[in-house]
């Protein structure tokens, strides 16, 4: 008998604060205490349809640091960029990707 064990999805009641705000703005930010289901959170109701990367590893750090206009083209929108307090010089070109396409929510 094997022993796996199976994660079920918590249902969150900011779920539909987060959806109202990717309607409404071209980004958003969730911060919160470390464990508390973020990331978690956002793939379940973006990670269908948006890019994932966490800037946590020290490679993708560095390539961000090394061309962040580079790397966000590797990284489109829509994305979530998990552990961005490990790169906040990415944010500059974030911004100057949103101004872009004002337009475009989420």
Not at 2 to 10: C, D, G, L, M, W
Not at 22 to 46: D, E
Not at 80 to 89: M, N, R, T, W
Not at 95 to 102: A, P
């Amino acid at each position: 008998m094997s022993s796996s064990i199976h994660h079920r999805y918590i249902p969150r009641a900011l779920e539909p604060v987060l959806r109202k705000a990717a309607a409404q703005f071209p980004a958003v930010v969730l911060t919160g205490p470390r464990q508390s289901g973020k990331t978690t959170l956002l793939k379940h109701i973006f990670g269908e349809g948006s890019g994932y990367v966490s800037l946590e590893p020290p490679d993708v750090r560095a390539a961000a640091a090394a061309d962040p206009r580079g790397f966000l083209d590797l990284h489109p929108a829509p994305a979530i960029f998990d552990e961005v307090q490990y790169a906040p010089d990415l944010l500059p070109y974030i911004k100057e990707n949103i101004d872009r396409r004002r337009h475009v929510r989420g």
